[in-house]
């Protein structure tokens, strides 16, 4: 059974830094691709950052220079470290964990979902 589970969510004030955790289990973590994905009241769920299995990251825009992703294979678990936090940050953050599969003569995007952790970003 596959299972992401975050951490590190909370209530911080602007300019504050907050790094989040995600640990996997049920996967070959090292083979998969890792994303750090958010949702803000009333907005679409979208993408903040994402890690290759390789190493090789990218961010949305809004976030760079402010948010670094990183994995550690070895603990199975992948981090968003978010500095200078802004009111704009505010959103469910959720783990993401991807990799392609063959499946009926096609090559699909298998993926996993964490619940989320809660990111409040407010003076």
């Known amino acids: 059974q596959v299972q992401l589970v975050e951490s590190g969510g909370g209530l911080m004030q602007p300019g504050e830094s907050l790094r989040l955790s995600c640990a996997a289990s049920g996967i070959i973590f090292s083979s998969y691709a890792m994303g750090w994905y958010r949702q803000a009241p009333g907005k679409e769920r979208e993408v903040v950052a994402t890690?290759?299995?390789?190493?090789?990251?990218n961010y949305t825009h809004s976030v760079k220079g402010r948010f670094t992703i990183s994995r550690d294979n070895a603990k199975n678990t992948v981090y968003l470290q978010m500095n200078s936090l802004k009111p704009e940050d505010t959103a469910v953050y959720y783990c993401?964990?991807?990799?392609?599969?063959?499946?009926?003569?096609?090559?699909?995007?298998?993926?996993?979902w964490g619940k989320g952790t809660l990111v409040t970003v407010s003076s």
């Open positions: 890690i290759t299995s390789g190493g090789s990251t």
């Open positions: 993401n964990a991807n990799r392609p599969a063959y499946s009926d003569r096609r090559w699909v995007r298998m993926d996993y």
